[in-house]
């Protein structure tokens, strides 16, 4: 096996350098426990826990190995897991809120380079949420492709693909069913030899069905994998990364699954095209299309050139990411006070020390 084939690149590759000269080994985490990762080198797969300096450098959940990752591996001499002694920086990343501390980022995987935004074309079908998804995937910095499974359940697809094209200019957009496998070639055009791709969309969408049919029969059988936790219990696990038969790698987290906005940015005011195309117009530079006088997206929206639902959920997505912002500016000032603590504290204690002697 290459490491070109698991989605290195002369990036990862200048990164490793100063790490090869030491003897450690590059490799790509495929699935992710609580405490213990399995990686992929060129020649095999392997446990690894991640290294006391990691642990101790890190200063938060983010700086931890998440799926995807490409980390610097150091093999033990006498047997026992292998330790992961850094994680090389991401090409592309996708985050979430980490359970129990909202403002926490986790990564849930890394160095996606595209990203299948599946919606499906039944009763649930929801323009909507796909300009949401839209968002997230320009957060990851990921490539977007729009997936509309079950097209046998819609009289037209084709229809629905022009309509969701208007949404998202320059995206490809796919009409699928993963019922027929011949469809799924669209997708495959996407996840050349070496690429990565993963899925994004709401349960019952058919992303397992999508990703079954990606993988084939054969390697099906090998995606369940039965290892031992950190107590030694066996317990059995989906496999989150996938070579594809094809070459190209599949990412399938449970974290992917479950995806809310995480970043604060620019990215929404991003995603909607038509609505930045309108923003130069407005009276006021820093215009949010809310209530200012002379804006030209309100404009638009009234007298019916910018359909009223696209304004709408573009204010939608811009308050969560407000909400977010406030809370991560929290955590910041929270974080600086907690910082100048412990720097007080060293100092009266350096002090004091000096005062002894
Ligand atoms: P997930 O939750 O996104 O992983 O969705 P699943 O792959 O589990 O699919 C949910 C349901 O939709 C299952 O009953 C599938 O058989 C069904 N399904 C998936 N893809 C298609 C499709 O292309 N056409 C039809 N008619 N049903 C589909
Ligand atoms: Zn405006």
Known sequence: MLLEDLGWTPRFAEAFAPYAAQGYLPARVSLEHTHIYRVR?????????????LRHDASGRADFPAVGDWVVLERPETGGDARIRAVLPRATRFSRRAAGNPTEEQVVAANIDTIFLVSGLDQDFNPRRIERYLVTARDSGAAPVIVLNKADLADDPGAIVIEVQSLAPGVPVHAVSAKTPGSLDALRAFIAPGRTAALLGSSGVGKSSIANGLIGDELLRTREVRESDSRGRHTTTGRQ????PGGGILIDTPGMRELQLWDAGESVAGAFADIDALAPGCRFRDCRHVSEPGCAVVAAAADGSLPAVRLESFRKLQDEQDHQATQQDERARIEQKRQGRIGAKALRSRLKDKGRT
């Not at 080198?41 to 300096?53: H, I, K």
């Not at 990364?241 to 594809?244: A, C, D, R, S």
């Open 41 to 53: 080198t060129a020649d095999d797969e392997q446990l690894a826990r991640v290294s006391g300096r």
């Open 241 to 244: 990364m996938v070579l594809l």
